[in-house]
C-alpha cells in the first residue's frame, strides 16, 4: 500500500527558531501534498496545498510567509515554521495524492508530527 | 464553501455491539468524495471507508458501513460488532473536484468492554 512518512515525528524547539518537517511519499508519486494542523481534541484544518514544481496555495488566515512550503520533486515536500512561536505548538499532519491511480484516488496521510515551541 | 458537521462529539458502545456515527455535509458541487476516517491514540489518520456520490449503492467495508442519503446530505457510519480497537476519533470528510478535503469536528468513539 501507498506509505507516507513524517521526520522528525515529535521536535522541541526555543521561541525565534525555524523549523522543518519532511513529508515523503515512499512508494509513489505525490504531485500534490497538502499540510493539514490539528490542535488538541479538534479537528484537521487544511493549511495549504503543495503542488510540485510550483508555489503552495495557502489557505485563507494561514501566514504563508511563516509557513514556508517546498515541493521539489514528486516524492518530498517540506514545511518550515519560521521563527517559530509557543502558539506555533501544534500537531501537523501531511497527505500525498498518487499521481498513478488517477483523480479517484484518496490521499494517504503522515503520522503527523508535534511541534513543541518553549 | 463547503461544511461537514458532526453532530456528536462522544459516544461509547459495548463491545460486540452496533452503533452508528451521525454526519451532515453541505456542498454546491455535483460530483464529490465522501470519507471516514479512523484517528486512533497514535494519531495515524485511517481511511475507513469511501462513498462516491455519483454511487447510489451504500459503500461497505467489513464490519464498516455507511448509509448515504445524498438528498438529505448525510453520510452515516455503522460499526458492526464493535471492537475494543475501534475506539478512537472518527472523522467525516468531504473531497470536492479540487482534491481538498474538508473535515467535520470528529466524534470520540469509545468501546466498553
Known amino acids: 500500500g501507498a506509505v507516507v512518512s513524517q521526520h522528525p515525528s515529535w521536535v522541541i524547539c526555543k521561541s525565534g527558531t525555524s523549523v522543518k518537517i519532511e513529508c515523503r511519499s515512499l512508494?509513489?508519486?505525490?504531485?500534490?501534498m497538502f499540510w493539514y494542523r490539528q490542535f488538541p481534541k479538534q479537528s484537521l484544518m487544511l493549511m495549504a496545498t503543495?503542488?510540485?514544481?510550483?508555489?503552495?496555495?495557502?489557505e485563507q488566515g494561514v501566514e504563508k510567509d511563516k509557513f514556508l512550503i517546498n515541493h521539489a520533486s514528486l516524492t518530498l515536500s517540506t514545511l518550515t515554521v519560521t521563527s517559530a512561536h509557543p502558539e506555533d505548538s501544534s500537531f501537523y499532519i501531511c497527505s500525498a495524492r498518487d499521481l498513478m491511480r488517477g483523480a479517484e484516488e484518496t490521499q494517504y496521510f503522515g503520522p503527523g508530527t508535534r511541534l513543541l515551541v518553549l | 464553501a463547503q461544511t461537514v458537521t458532526q453532530s456528536q462529539p462522544e459516544m461509547s458502545v459495548q463491545e460486540a455491539e452496533t452503533v452508528t456515527l451521525s454526519c451532515t455535509y453541505d456542498t454546491s458541487e455535483s460530483n464529490y468524495y465522501l470519507f471516514w476516517y479512523k484517528q486512533p491514540p497514535s494519531r495515524q489518520m485511517i481511511l475507513v471507508i469511501r462513498?462516491?456520490?455519483?454511487?447510489?449503492q451504500n459503500a461497505t467495508e467489513n464490519r464498516f458501513s455507511v448509509n448515504f442519503q445524498k438528498a438529505a446530505k448525510s453520510f452515516s457510519l455503522k460499526i458492526s460488532d464493535s471492537q475494543l480497537g475501534d475506539t478512537a476519533m472518527y472523522f467525516c470528510?468531504?473531497?470536492?473536484?479540487?482534491?481538498?478535503?474538508?473535515f467535520g469536528g470528529g466524534t470520540r468513539l469509545m468501546v466498553k468492554p
Open positions: 470528510a468531504l473531497e470536492n473536484a479540487g482534491n481538498m478535503l474538508t
Open positions: 462513498q462516491e456520490a455519483y454511487k447510489q
Open positions: 503543495s503542488n510540485e514544481g510550483s508555489k503552495a496555495t495557502y
Open positions: 512508494d509513489f508519486q505525490a504531485t500534490t
